[in-house]
């Protein structure tokens, strides 16, 4: 299930409205790490701005990302947040998306921290890659 009840009023954020409170998101997607990028240890940060009618986002655009991988994973965790129904706002939030320095032998789930709706942070093990003689 990738849906996750996100009851967070976390600070972090940087508001454009006159409202200083961080908004409330309600509901989304889990963050996804790139399976690619995990292959290819690339690590990366993407700043989103985002605009949010009744609880809905209704538009969320890249301001600037490290890569396309990135940048559409991004707008799509982004995208299926839910907020406090009253919520009118826009604000800006970044993703860091990391590759830990210690080799896992088979795939993890990646580690999460969210600041929602401020930041989200993915640490990702790399693969331990394997030599077939």
Same mark, same amino acid.
């Given at each position: 299930?990738?849906?996750?009840?996100?009851?967070?009023?976390?600070?972090?954020?940087?508001?454009?409205?006159? @409202?200083?409170?961080?908004?409330l998101v309600l509901d989304g997607r889990l963050p996804e790490y790139p399976q690619i990028a995990?292959?290819?240890?690339?690590?990366?940060?993407?700043? =989103? /701005? &985002?605009?949010?009618?009744?609880?809905?986002?209704? @538009?969320?655009?890249?301001?600037?990302? @490290?890569?396309?991988?990135?940048?559409?994973?991004?707008? /799509?965790?982004?995208?299926?947040?839910?907020?406090?129904?009253?919520?009118n706002t826009h604000f800006e939030t970044e993703f860091f998306y990391e590759i830990g320095n &210690?080799? &896992?032998?088979?795939?993890?789930?990646?580690?999460?921290?969210?600041?929602?709706?401020?930041?989200?942070?993915?640490?990702?093990?790399? =693969?331990?890659?394997?030599?077939?003689?």
């Open positions: 299930m990738h849906r996750l009840l996100m009851a967070l009023g976390l600070i972090g954020v940087t508001l454009f409205g006159s @409202d200083n409170r961080a908004p995990i292959a290819a240890r690339i690590s990366g940060k993407v700043l =989103v /701005k &985002v605009s949010v009618i009744k609880g809905v986002v209704t @538009d969320a655009k890249v301001v600037r990302s @490290d890569s396309t991988l990135f940048a559409e994973s991004t707008l /799509k965790i982004v995208r299926s947040w839910q907020f406090e129904p009253s919520t &210690v080799e &896992v032998p088979y795939p993890e789930n990646p580690v999460i921290e969210l600041r929602l709706p401020g930041y989200v942070h993915l640490i990702a093990s790399p =693969v331990r890659r394997t030599t077939n003689y």
